[in-house]
């Protein structure tokens, strides 16, 4: 029971995770559109 449950944590963290390297990834790709790439500080 418990290992099952420490899998089903694992896996919803490596989702969280992946989700969260996308998001990070389109917030640059975003700001690299908004800003035109010449007004990074």
Do not use: V, Y
């Not at 969280?16 to 389109?26: S, V």
């Not at 559109?33 to 990074?40: E, F, L, P």
């Amino acid at each position: 029971m418990f290992k099952w449950f420490k899998k089903l944590l694992d896996q919803i963290a490596k989702a969280n995770n992946d989700t969260f390297k996308g998001q990070k990834l389109d917030c640059c790709e975003m700001n690299r559109k908004n800003n035109g790439g010449h007004n990074m500080k």
